[in-house]
């Protein structure tokens, strides 16, 4: 499911997107030299290159892209068909010395660094071996912003990953209630899924029946789902990079009164969640759609968590959709809208959909 099939992406042109923002990615406002990548999924973004072992040096003048000899083929061939011009130096012992070399070289004085994705350890070494003299800058999802607006490539891979999703569930439904066991369904839709066309799941997939469905990330369990349990599916797929994320939940057998009225409240609130999203409205006000409604039900305690969150390369991405999320959502962000009710003695309900705004 990758290729022409599912569009092309313009990735080359992010780039020069990520360098006009370097005049202003301190986290003050402040003008950096160069920006360092560190993060593999957002130098995926930026490049193509999809190994495990990558360093990005960003800098107006100049891309330089660091890797080790496993990738020496793989990341030449990946950033040419990305049409990624870079400088592209493959070392497993002396990248230290080249890229200090190259900073040097380009007479940066004031360097960004991924706060969110560089370790403690890995700041002291970058401040006492690496880059001596040169003023080391803090800088807060500069790519991640960048990320928040999907192109019609990225939407399109995420919506196939859902259309996977969507009909591995339809193929492995049928299975429930039959003495499957929770970790016994998670391996069937797992394994649907794969057979689709995706190249894994996109997170750990969760199969809650019964009690354990009161807890929003219960792990599947070698419990039996039985007849009168509520079972809550929480699940996607991978797809060229990009994940799919919904959740189900399945009535095996008839639904007591109070299991109903779950299942009903829940709807109910996530219709109205999806209702609410739009260009320019505040993230907060489409969790304020759906908790209006299971509040108004008397359910209130029992929503626990946000109603949402972005989805691309990552599972969890911005916005988040939550009641002190400061985000207003754009056109082209693509968010989930999940509402769910959790009461111990009946188990838990939660309908989820990702969503383009």
Known sequence: ????????????????????????????????????????????????????????????????????????????????????????????????????????????KVLGLESEHVTWARQRSFAGEWFEGIDLIPTKEVVEDLRLVKDRGEVARISAAAGIADQALATVRSSLGSGITERGFALALDTEMRKLGAVAPSFDTIVASGPNGALPHAQASERVISDGDLVVLDFGALVDGYCSDMSRTVMVGKPSADQQRMLDVVREAQRAGVA?????????????????????????????????????????????????????????????????????????????????V
């Open 276 to 356: 609410a999203v739009h260009d320019g409205v505040a993230a907060r006000d489409v969790d304020k759609a759906c908790r209006e409604v299971i509040e108004g039900h008397g359910l209130g305690d029992a929503f626990v968590h946000s109603t949402g969150h972005g989805v691309g390369l990552d599972i969890h991405e911005q916005p988040r959709l939550g009641p002190k999320s400061e985000a207003t959502l754009s056109a082209g962000n693509v968010v989930t809208v999940e509402p769910g009710v959790y009461l111990p003695d009946h188990g838990g309900v939660r309908i989820e959909d990702t969503v383009v």
């Open 1 to 108: 499911m990758t290729g022409p099939a599912l569009g092309s992406m313009d990735v080359a042109a992010r780039i020069p997107r990520l360098v006009d923002r370097l005049g202003e990615a301190g986290p003050d406002g402040e003008e950096l030299d160069a920006l360092l990548v560190c993060s593999l999924t957002n130098i995926r973004y930026l490049t193509g290159f999809t190994g495990s072992a990558a360093l990005l040096l960003v800098h107006p003048e100049r891309l330089a892209f660091l890797t080790d000899g496993r990738y020496r083929e793989q990341s030449s061939e990946q950033l040419a068909a990305a049409h990624v011009d870079a400088q592209i130096e493959v070392s497993n012992d002396e990248q230290k010395e080249l890229l200090s070399a190259i900073v040097t070289e380009l007479g940066v």
